[in-house]
Nanobody
Framework: QLQLMESGGGTVQAGGSLNLSCTAS?????MAWYRQAPGQPRELVAITDRSSSRVFADSVKGRFTVSRDNAKNTIYLQMTSLKPEDTAVYYCKGGLYGMDFWGKGTLVTVSS
């Protein structure tokens, strides 16, 4: 069974930066970052496979960067110029044999 472990969340002031990591227990291709703010639906932030990565959410383009290290089965989300509206639980998702697996999430809180 695929397991995903996120890390790197925390509390930061507006304008600050945080780097999130997600490590998969198996070698997989498709991985993604989602986030869910309080009272809001889960939102796709970025997607990546073994050869390409793309930030998907318009609200974070130009501020967030997604990357991966295939040798470590790890993807990263570099977040800069953080805003209070970026406050959310950030989740990692991986696909394996047609099924989606989720990490437990890491909380990012941006204070104004």
């Amino acid at each position: 069974q695929l397991q995903l472990m996120e890390s790197g969340g925390g509390t930061v002031q507006a304008g600050g930066s945080l780097n999130l990591s997600c490590t998969a227990s198996l070698t997989i291709s498709n991985m993604a970052w989602y986030r869910q703010a309080p009272g809001q639906p889960r939102e796709l932030v970025a997607i990546t496979d073994r050869s390409s990565s793309r930030v998907f959410a318009d609200s974070v383009k130009g501020r967030f960067t997604v990357s991966r290290d295939n040798a470590k089965n790890t993807i990263y989300l570099q977040m800069t110029s953080l805003k209070p509206e970026d406050t959310a639980v950030y989740y990692c998702k991986g696909g394996l044999y047609g099924m989606d697996f989720w990490g437990k999430g890491t909380l990012v809180t941006v204070s104004s």
